[in-house]
């Protein structure tokens, strides 16, 4: 069982950045690959970021490649996501996700536990 947690979301202008957090509760943190997704109102949720257990392999949407990183912190049991070049179209609920298999799934039904989510609201 793995516990996630979300912060850093917020209200951004265009062009700013932000950074987002997750920390994952237990022991066996180093054993998942960790995702980020996002949902805007009236769509579904969709892929933004992952990162593999070992950290050795990295995967972005198109949409956030070149603006967005992820990274994790095994000491802290975190990953992050710092967005940079932020536009509005980026503005949705950002959850962190994790899977203990992975081969680079990006559907959000292919992870299997869930952050609560964090707002993001870039403005224009």
């Known amino acids: 069982q793995v516990q996630l947690v979300e912060s850093g979301g917020g209200l951004v202008q265009a062009g700013g950045s932000l950074r987002l957090s997750c920390a994952a509760s237990?022991?066996?943190?180093?054993?998942?690959?960790m995702g980020w997704f996002r949902q805007a109102p009236g769509k579904e949720r969709v892929f933004v970021a992952a990162?593999?257990?070992?950290?050795?392999?990295?995967d972005y949407a198109d949409s956030v490649k070149g603006r967005f990183t992820i990274s994790r912190d095994y000491a802290k049991n975190t990953v992050s996501l710092q967005m940079s070049s932020l536009t509005p179209g980026d503005t949705a609920v950002y959850y962190c996700?994790?899977?203990?298999?992975?081969?680079?799934?990006?559907?959000?039904?292919?992870?299997?536990?869930w952050g609560q989510g964090t707002q993001v609201t870039v403005s224009s």
């Open positions: 996700a994790a899977v203990r298999t992975y081969w680079g799934q990006r559907a959000y039904k292919d992870y299997d536990y």
């Open positions: 237990g022991r066996t943190f180093s054993s998942y690959a």
């Open positions: 990162i593999s257990s070992s950290g050795g392999r990295i």
